[in-house]
């Protein structure tokens, strides 16, 4: 076989063509090298599988374009049209303005972290929100580490840490998701788990009897926010347990996940127990998310009595799960805005996006009908429809907002043409992240705010769906 690879051209007359400048330029010498390397290697296949070799221009173009996919974040904002306002795999809370620029200004300059302007003594990175939460959820004292499922951990640990035991009931056994299991938790915590019940019922007499057992530690309740077990159930109530906890010296434990701090029933939603009651009812320590219904930055609250709080911060684990200045920051900002409820919606995305009204969001899907529908061509109909929205991240896992959105539908009804659409969609400058349902393809508008931003950003569609 005759291969002709004398005219593939070398690495250093590659990196003088215009397009491979700009490269080099833009993304430095040392990656454009690496990137020709690749090219070449790519061409001289190319050409031993018998391809007509190219010239460097053309090659040039290939390395600048390969550079630019691989120089493009793949953890970047993208649309969540997915009707699902905390979606956990699409990071969650969106963050409020003051949050936003409170954080900003805190990643430019140090910052008194654990240091006390009074006394220019050491201090504590906790003291900055302590007061926050105590105002806020009526404990006596607060800390916070990377997550809820760290909370969770760090506090089984230190209150039963040496095979003291925990006990459950069987039916609050969950799995968040991912690897957070309840009983793997517990074993990594080094508790004891014992459980209590059966999956549908447990009673007090229950509770009662594993409490008679050696090395009892505590009591934990744990909110089923996931999802909801119907029929024939009966659950025994905090202050039952506190009261049972108390009388055998052990502690209650209450991992309420989602933990509002408000009553969200004002907003049209669904109740959620909130911190304050899961205190007021006799838990020693309640356990929640920042990133979940209250709307912060990913972050775990343990709240509660003094002593378990202080046992809590002397155990060295509490080093390794603690959190950053950047999330205090974003915490303390996003818990202020709860001192003034009035204008919490308009202030908290979260609650802004999970308070929104149908009838806005319809107003919205129409206005955009048209925009859509042009920017995908005649291969695709697109129809306003309503739809159901989702809390998400296990927050009342069974009831649905009543949203609006865009249904679109490829006209000659194929699964590939649906998965194609899907496809150029994400890979849109602002990618956009719909549902797939039924043949259909829609986008719940009600977590979409800037109509404009969203319709030109369609426009990187081009003509790639005609
Ligand atoms: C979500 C949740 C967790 C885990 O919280 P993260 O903040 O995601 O780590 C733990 N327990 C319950 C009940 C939850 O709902």
């Known amino acids: 076989m005759n291969v002709n690879f004398r005219a593939i051209p070398s690495v250093d007359a590659l990196l003088k063509v215009s397009s491979a400048q700009a490269a080099a330029e833009r993304f430095g010498r040392t990656e454009t090298t690496r990137a020709a390397r690749d090219v070449l290697e790519r061409e001289r296949e190319a050409v031993r599988a018998g391809s007509p070799p190219r010239d460097a221009e053309t090659l040039g173009a290939l390395l600048l374009s390969d550079l630019e996919a691989s120089g493009k974040s793949s953890l970047r904002p993208v649309y969540n049209l997915t009707g699902t306002v905390l979606h956990t795999n699409l990071g969650r809370a969106l963050l409020a303005e003051t949050a936003i620029e409170a954080v900003v200004e805190a990643m430019r300059s140090a910052a008194a972290l654990e240091f006390d302007l009074d006394t220019g003594k050491r201090g504590e990175r906790d003291d900055h929100l302590r007061a926050l939460i105590c105002e806020l959820t009526e404990a006596e004292d607060a800390t916070l580490v990377n997550n809820n499922a760290a909370a969770v951990l ?167 799960l603690r959190v950053d200045k950047l999330r205090l920051t974003a915490l303390e900002a996003t818990l202020r805005l709860y001192r003034d409820p009035d204008r919490l919606a308009e202030r908290l995305p979260t609650l802004r996006l999970l308070a929104r009204r149908h009838d806005e969001i319809a107003a919205l899907a129409r206005a955009l009908q048209g925009r859509v529908a042009a920017a995908l061509g005649p291969a695709f109909e697109v129809e306003v429809a309503d739809c159901a929205s989702q809390i998400g991240s296990g927050a009342l896992p069974l009831d649905t907002l009543a949203s609006a959105g865009l249904a679109i539908r490829p006209l000659d009804g194929s699964g590939t043409a649906l998965e194609r659409l899907a496809s150029a969609l994400r890979a849109l400058p602002i990618p956009v992240i719909g549902r797939i349902a039924e043949g259909t393809l829609v986008l719940d508008l009600r977590c979409l705010e800037d109509a404009d931003a969203f319709a030109s950003n369609l426009g990187g569609l081009g003509n790639g769906l005609a």
């Open 154 to 320: 760090l506090t089984l640990n230190t209150l039963a840490g040496h095979g003291g035991g925990a006990i459950v009931s069987r039916g609050e056994l969950i799995e968040i998701g991912g690897a957070f299991r309840m009983p793997d938790i517990m074993a990594r915590a080094g508790a004891r788990l014992i459980e209590v019940g059966t999956t549908n019922r447990t009673h007090e007499k229950d509770y009662k009897a594993a409490l008679e057992s050696d090395g009892v530690a505590l009591l934990l309740k744990v909110h089923t926010s996931n999802y909801r077990i119907e029929g024939f159930t009966k659950e025994v109530e905090a202050p039952v347990l506190s009261r049972l906890a108390r009388a055998a010296g052990v502690s209650l434990v209450n991992d309420l996940g989602s933990g509002t701090l408000v009553d969200l029933t004002r907003w049209g939603l669904r109740r959620e127990p909130t911190v304050r009651e899961a205190v007021s009812e006799g838990a020693d320590l309640v356990t929640f998310s920042g990133d979940k219904l209250l709307g912060g930055p990913q972050a775990g609250f343990i709240v509660g009595r003094k002593d378990l709080i202080a046992a809590i911060n002397r155990n060295p684990m509490k080093r390794a």
